[in-house]
């Protein structure tokens, strides 16, 4: 089954959960065993819709996390998916992962899809809304249902309102790196660790880096920034990044680049 393009009534007296996978659609009543299903392979429930003279901006982030690309529909979407993506404890991330039906009953709110459901690396999850503090109060009473189901099944529930500065503009450079073609050789990265231990300034980490695996700064600036975004590294992302930032070893090991996983 496609996509959704509108969202079905339900006509029943509890909440509805339609989730769209590989193997086919679920639609069922909710429970508290819906928390085992695997959202964050899901497919999104809903089609992304496109016209002409649309204000907001849409397409598709690739992500370093679960290597593959997850859609977005606006600039804020991205940047929540930006810092998903950065975010240690986040392991999987899936676009539009549901459909929740409310009740016949329910006044003014016919259902509601959120925008992300993430998997954290404990195993739990985690369900986020994405929305512009300017348009906070028309959607809160979306919010407060989707909070109050999430509750019931054990799911964490956020409201995504953008990242504060230089907090956003420091993942902005960093994700630029984020791809595999940036990622260090797997023997040059316990050297580039070591050049960072103890916590050193970015710009003698990579000189040392530099000299020890005779390359040039360049490229292993750019090997320090991947492990920058993907955790490798790490640094107080809430001050700017210079050259004078101190950097130090992070606790996410790499991950195998395409290549590889291909060998």
Request: proline share 6%.
């Amino acid at each position: 089954m496609g996509a959704l393009r509108s969202l079905p009534m339900n006509g029943t007296d509890s909440v509805r959960l339609l989730g769209r996978f590989e193997s086919g659609m679920l639609n069922e009543t909710l429970r508290s065993d819906v928390a085992s299903k695997p959202f964050e392979l899901a497919l999104p429930v809903r089609a992304f819709f496109a016209w002409p003279g649309k204000r907001n901006y849409e397409g598709s982030w690739w992500s370093s996390t679960v290597r593959a690309h997850v859609g977005f529909e606006s600039l804020l979407e991205r940047e929540f998916l930006l810092s998903a993506d950065h975010d240690k404890d986040v392991v999987g991330i899936a676009s539009q992962p549901f459909a929740l039906l409310w009740p016949k009953d329910t006044k003014g709110a016919r259902g509601h899809v959120p925008d992300y459901f993430l998997r954290l690396s404990d195993g739990s999850a985690r369900v986020v809304d994405v929305r512009h503090p300017k348009r906070l109060a028309a959607a809160e009473r979306q919010f407060d249902l989707t909070r109050e189901v999430c509750g019931q099944v054990g799911w964490e529930y956020e409201v995504f309102t953008g990242l504060a500065e230089p907090l956003a503009s420091n993942l902005r450079w960093l994700s630029g790196y984020r791809q595999d073609r940036f990622a260090p050789p797997p023997a040059a990265v316990p050297v580039i660790v070591e050049a960072f231990s103890p916590a050193t300034s970015l710009a003698s980490g990579v000189r040392h880096a530099a000299r020890t695996l005779k390359l040039d700064s360049s490229m292993v600036q750019a090997y320090v920034m991947h492990g920058l975004f993907t955790g490798v590294l790490t640094m107080d992302l809430e001050q700017p990044l210079t050259l004078e930032s101190e950097l130090s070893p992070g606790t996410r090991q790499p991950q195998a680049t395409a290549l590889e996983v291909a060998s």
